[in-house]
């Protein structure tokens, strides 16, 4: 069964935006391509490895980038959410334009909780990166979303609660366990009439 790209790139992102150095198995150079050239761009060191890809970043050097989402083979509109996280952490004005669906900025009104500086125009989403993050009590808007909400969660700074997570679990299998085990300090906890 070939890689969910998707869920590759967001512990790509993931391992940027914390820093990382983490080898990302079976994941396809190909079939992350647009991907990968915008983490490259941003000045994240890319490693095609025998059995997957390689993430290596040092936050201090992440500049910022443009990005324009494309149906396949372009950049993928399921990797806006997490990519903005990863333009929050560059010093510098980032700008996302979403060609592909309407409305879908709404994980940054979120991500506004914690600290991130952006402007919505229409399709085009503006970020202003390089600061540092608050953790707070957000919830996830849609299946992207939740992954970005808990990525930022890592790197801000005290405690961050995502609610709404059953997004989540449509698109990622044992998410916060994967987090876990590379070292996140991180915990899925269940209350009445909502998962967190």
């Known amino acids: ?19 990382g150095d983490v080898l990302i198995e079976d994941a396809i150079w190909e079939h992350n391509r647009p991907l990968l050239s915008k ?18 970043s040092d936050i201090s050097k992440l500049r910022p980038v443009t990005v324009i989402t494309l149906p396949y ?3 993928p509109t399921d990797m806006q959410a997490q990519f903005t996280a990863l333009m929050a952490m560059a010093k ?15 994980h940054l009104e979120e991500m506004r909780r914690m600290g991130v500086h952006s402007d919505i125009m229409r399709d085009t989403a ?16 849609d299946l992207r979303a939740s992954a970005t909400l808990v990525l930022m969660g890592l ?10 997570l059953s997004h989540l679990d449509r698109g990622y299998y044992q998410f916060h ?3 876990v085990a590379l070292g996140a300090d991180v915990k899925r906890v269940e209350e009445e009439d909502d998962e967190n």
């Open 39 to 56: 983490m490259q761009e941003m000045g994240v060191t890319v490693t095609e490895e025998e059995n997957g890809i390689r993430i290596q």
């Open 126 to 141: 503006r970020i202003v990166g390089g600061e540092s993050f608050q953790g707070a009590e957000v919830m996830s808007t």
């Open 92 to 106: 510098g004005e980032s700008t996302m334009i979403e060609t592909v669906f309407e409305n879908r900025f709404q």
């Open 177 to 179: 366990e994967k987090l």
């Open 73 to 75: 083979p372009g950049f």
């Open 155 to 164: 790197v801000a700074e005290g405690e961050t609660k995502v609610s709404k």
């Open 1 to 19: 069964v070939v890689q969910d790209r998707i869920e590759a790139g967001t512990f790509m992102i993931g391992t940027a935006m914390t820093g």
